[in-house]
């Protein structure tokens, strides 16, 4: 073991989508084999590569703002990921599309 045993990525995918952000997950999930990679991202395609998944939320309360962490069960996660990837209105092609993500990731 090098180093570095725990690595953070925040916003990694900025810029990036569609197929060369699929790479970058793939390249995520194949580091976090060896060392412990924790990953801030909002494309879909890098966030079903990884093997848990988080959601992260605030909510603002009285002028006050707290953070939540929760960790996703499976259907959660796909649900999650078909949110990402069609909006507010999550569409049954949408929940097709996170399956197919799912299963092509490993």
Not at 37 to 48: F, I, R, S
């Amino acid at each position: 073991m090098d180093a570095v045993p725990t690595m953070v990525f925040d916003e990694v995918d900025s810029g990036i989508g569609g197929a060369v952000a699929d790479i970058v997950g793939q390249k995520l999930r194949a580091l976090g084999e060896k060392r412990q990679v924790l990953c801030v991202t909002h494309l879909p395609q890098v966030a079903a590569q990884g093997h848990a998944h988080y959601r992260v939320s605030k909510a603002a309360s009285d002028g006050v703002t707290q953070s939540a962490v929760q960790l996703l069960t499976p259907k959660q996660r796909q649900e999650e990921l078909a949110r990402m990837l069609g909006g507010v209105e999550v569409s049954s092609e949408a929940r097709a599309a996170a399956k197919r993500l799912l299963r092509d990731a490993g």
